[in-house]
């Protein structure tokens, strides 16, 4: 799996846009970008993931840029439950599952 | 909505004693995985199932450390004996046999040890 960089943490005003950045340069091109995040005491939670093309959901949208090299994690109106360690995962599904690797994450602090 | 279960949610224990971890995948999740997260990192894989078959246990320290999943429903990773290095959050997660990465994780609360 391809190795990714986060930011060790980041700031956000409440009801402001969080944007986290995510670089994962040595993608390959059968690799999807997974984020997760983690509240505090909480086990891991899936937010969206993608291959090339941008994605959104209920929770967040997925901006990957044209050469797959990077991506970033928008959470248009971040509240104070959003404070969280946001994990960015590259991965292949190997053949029976789908195992995530996860590495150390960006703590997001939402302030009021 | 259907959750990842896990038991204990916390658990204390002396170093050398043995000490087990329970869980219940979603309904019809065939992978099943054990995760360990020491604090202030991410989590790190112990061992993945698919049904009740091991297909990654490479990370798993066998002298010490056990996974069953005999009916291919839940599962129980013991630890026997417990080393204070062992304090962590045990986290179980559960997934649908793969599609080409279209299917998530879903995680459960986790079990937080501490051996004293």
């Known amino acids: 799996d391809a190795k990714t960089t986060q930011p060790t943490s980041m700031d956000c005003a409440e009801g402001r846009a969080a944007n986290l950045p995510c670089n994962h340069s040595t993608i390959s091109g059968n690799e999807y970008v997974y984020w997760y995040r983690q509240i505090h005491s909480q086990g891991p939670q899936y937010i969206i993931h993608?291959?090339?093309n941008n994605e959104t959901n209920e929770m967040a949208s997925l901006i990957i840029t044209e050469d797959r090299k990077s991506s970033t994690l928008i959470l248009p109106h971040a509240t104070l439950r959003d404070t969280a360690v946001y994990y960015c995962i590259v991965r292949v599904p190997n053949n029976a599952g789908n195992m995530l690797t996860f590495g150390g994450g960006t703590r997001l602090m939402v302030k009021p | 909505e259907a959750e990842v279960a896990q038991s204990p949610r916390y658990k204390i224990t002396e170093k050398s004693q043995a000490v087990a971890f329970w869980c219940d995948p979603i309904s019809g999740h065939a992978t099943l995985y054990w995760y360990r997260q020491i604090l202030g990192q991410g989590p790190e894989l112990l061992v993945q199932f698919q049904d009740e078959s091991v297909v990654d246990d490479s990370q798993l320290p066998k002298d010490r450390f056990s996974a069953e999943r005999l009916k291919g429903v839940d599962s129980t990773l013991k630890i026997q004996p417990a080393e204070l290095g062992d304090s962590a959050m045990y986290l179980c997660?559960?997934?649908?046999?793969?599609?080409?990465?279209?299917?998530?994780?879903?995680f459960g609360q986790g079990t937080r040890l501490t051996v004293v």
């Open positions: 997660a559960s997934s649908l046999k793969g599609q080409r990465g279209s299917t998530e994780a879903f």
């Open positions: 993608g291959l090339k």
